[in-house]
């Protein structure tokens, strides 16, 4: 069990920075720095894969204990880890909807702006055209 132990607090460990990092893409998601975001979210998915690798082992060394290699203390430890699962998977679902808001605003504020400016020059078009030299 003590691997296993050190392998949840690594994992909850991981889980924490993607949590720093869901913040950091809705912080920057908030200045309209989409390239920055887009650099954030690739180090996220990267270290996500790394937390599901870590999840997948703790699970089959935990598979494989018997009734006689647990405790109750290591079961309530285990009921603690998948609790904390679930509260980080709700924080970054909730960060990441934020992000995705603040993107989808900014989208259509672009969208507004490319929509006006095609729609002044649309209006300037031809303007001067019919001065003599």
Not at 11 to 35: E, G, P, R, T, Y
Not at 72 to 87: C, H, M
Not at 117 to 128: A, R, T, V
Request: aromatic residues 6%; without cysteine; negative net charge.
């Amino acid at each position: 069990m003590n691997e296993i132990y050190k392998s949840i607090q690594i994992h909850l460990a991981m889980i924490d920075l993607a949590v720093s990092s869901s913040q950091k893409i809705v912080s920057l998601s908030q200045i309209d720095d989409v390239s920055m975001v887009e650099k954030e979210v690739e180090n996220r998915d990267r270290l996500m894969n790394a937390v599901n690798q870590i999840q997948i082992l703790i699970e089959r060394e935990v598979h494989k204990l018997t009734p006689q290699d647990v405790t109750k203390v290591d079961v309530d430890i285990l009921k603690t880890w998948f609790y904390d699962l679930a509260k980080y998977s709700e924080s970054i679902l909730e960060l990441d909807q934020q992000a995705i808001a603040l993107l989808s605003d900014q989208k259509d504020n672009t969208s507004r702006e490319i929509a006006h400016l095609f729609k002044s020059k649309e209006n300037f078009k031809g303007y001067g055209q019919n001065i003599k030299k």
